[in-house]
Nanobody, 122 residues
Framework: QVQLVESGGGLVQAGGSLRLSCAAS????????MGWFRQAPGKERTFVAG???????VYRDSVEGRFIISRDNAKNTVYLQMNSLKPDDTAIYYC????????????????WGQGTQVTVSS
C-alpha cells in the first residue's frame, strides 16, 4: 500500500510559478512510475506529466517547456515545478503512482493522492 500526499497548491497570478510536492509512504517508492494529473471544474481528469523509475519524463503538449517533473527517491517525493502559469492551468492537481510505465498514456493508476488546488488568476 502506498499513500500519496500532495502539497504546494495555491493562488497565483498569471505568469507566476508554483511547485507541487507529493510525498509517498512506503519503502518501494523508487520502483514506481509517478505522474501528475489535473481536473478542472466540469472536465475529466487528464494527464499532465510523468516520470519513470529511471527518470524518463513526459509531458502533455500544453505544459511542455513550462512544467518540470522530478523525483527524489531518498525523500520519497515527486515534484512538479510549474512556471509561466496560465488561467487554463487552474485545476485540482493529483499525484499518481503505478508499478508500470505508460509514457503519456496512463491506462491505469495504482494509487492516487487527495489532490491540491491550483488557481491562476488573470
Amino acid at each position: 500500500q502506498v499513500q500519496l500526499v500532495e502539497s504546494g497548491g495555491g493562488l497565483v497570478q498569471a505568469g507566476g510559478s508554483l511547485r507541487l510536492s507529493c510525498a509517498a509512504s512506503g519503502r518501494t517508492f523508487s520502483t514506481y512510475s509517478m505522474g501528475w494529473f489535473r481536473q478542472a471544474p466540469g472536465k475529466e481528469r487528464t494527464f499532465v506529466a510523468g516520470i519513470s523509475r529511471f527518470g524518463v519524463t513526459v509531458y502533455r503538449d500544453s505544459v511542455e517547456g513550462r512544467f518540470i517533473i522530478s523525483r527524489d527517491n531518498a525523500k520519497n517525493t515527486v515534484y512538479l515545478q510549474m512556471n509561466s502559469l496560465k488561467p487554463d492551468d487552474t485545476a485540482i492537481y493529483y499525484c499518481a503512482a503505478d508499478r508500470l510505465w505508460y509514457g503519456s498514456s496512463w491506462s491505469r493508476v495504482d494509487y492516487w493522492g487527495q489532490g491540491t488546488q491550483v488557481t491562476v488568476s488573470s
